[in-house]
């Protein structure tokens, strides 16, 4: 007697979820798989790190090979090795308290010239647009030094009135020689003197700033020129530089501009 065969019938859902649960063994299998994978790479990159070398140098010129820097010897630097010893970084050493007030000292420099750089443009800005010319520079000196001079002439005169008052007041001393002193000649002959000093001060005063002034315009008129000249050779370095038009596009143009007349 033979056995049945089982009859076999084709039904859409069953085939669906038939497919479902295959999609969702190959996940479960692929992943584990995956996370296996990833796990191998970061063991492999932990290993590579803690397989690097260091070579560093004590205190007595020896040189040392080791997977991890003495605490003694952090600061001294050391360079790190890869597996076939070929230098991977350079880790520089701890600066000393010399070498760090010398780089401080090297950026204030820099900085304190950069400072000076930017003082010199920013006058230089402010000259080339104050004056045109040189006979500028002259007028606006002759005006400083005429409100100075002005001044210094005030005071010489000043001087010279308290200077015959002095001279007066010591007649009337003489004359008064032996005789009870005199409080109020005495006070007038001391505030003669007091204000000869004052003037004296301010005229020597007045000469420096004069001395100052014709020094700055003199300079003034100097960095003007330099400017100038500068200016000047750029132009003219800027116009041979500049493309000029074909001779043969000039003898066009100039045959055309005659037809046209």
């Known amino acids: 007697m033979k056995a049945e065969r089982p009859r076999l019938s084709w039904n859409p859902a069953g085939e669906r979820r038939a497919t479902t649960a295959s999609a969702r063994d190959a996940r479960e299998v692929i992943g584990p798989a995956l996370a296996a994978v990833f796990l191998l790479a970061l063991l492999s990159l932990i290993g590579s790190a803690r397989a690097a070398t260091y070579k560093w140098v004590d205190e007595k010129g020896v040189v040392h090979y080791t997977d991890k820097i003495p605490v003694d010897a952090v600061n001294k630097g050391s ?3 890869d597996k076939q010893a070929r230098p991977v970084k350079k880790i520089d050493p701890a600066a000393t308290p010399e070498q760090i007030r010398a780089r401080e000292a090297e950026e204030e420099m820099r900085r304190l010239t950069s400072k000076a750089n930017e003082e010199i443009a920013r006058r230089d800005r402010a000259l080339v647009s104050s004056y045109t010319t040189e006979n500028e ?6 005006r400083a030094l005429g409100t100075i001079d002005a001044q ?17 007041l010591d007649q009337q001393k003489a004359k008064l020689a032996g005789k009870p002193r005199h409080v109020a000649l005495e ?3 001391e505030g003669t003197e007091s204000e000869l000093d004052k003037t004296a001060a301010l005229i020597e005063q007045k000469r420096r700033e004069r001395a100052a ?14 400017l100038k000249s500068i200016a ?15 001779p043969a596009a000039v003898g066009q143009n100039g045959s055309s501009a005659a037809a046209k007349k």
């Open 137 to 142: 520079i002259e007028l606006a000196r002759s």
């Open 79 to 81: 360079t790190v090795l």
């Open 187 to 189: 006070r007038e002959f």
């Open 213 to 226: 002034v014709v020094a700055r315009y003199d300079a003034d008129k100097a960095r003007w020129r330099e």
């Open 232 to 246: 000047d050779s750029n132009a003219a370095a800027a116009a041979a530089s500049a493309p000029r038009p074909h």
């Open 152 to 168: 210094l002439e005030s005071s010489g005169a000043y001087s010279q009135q308290l200077t015959k008052r002095r001279a007066e």
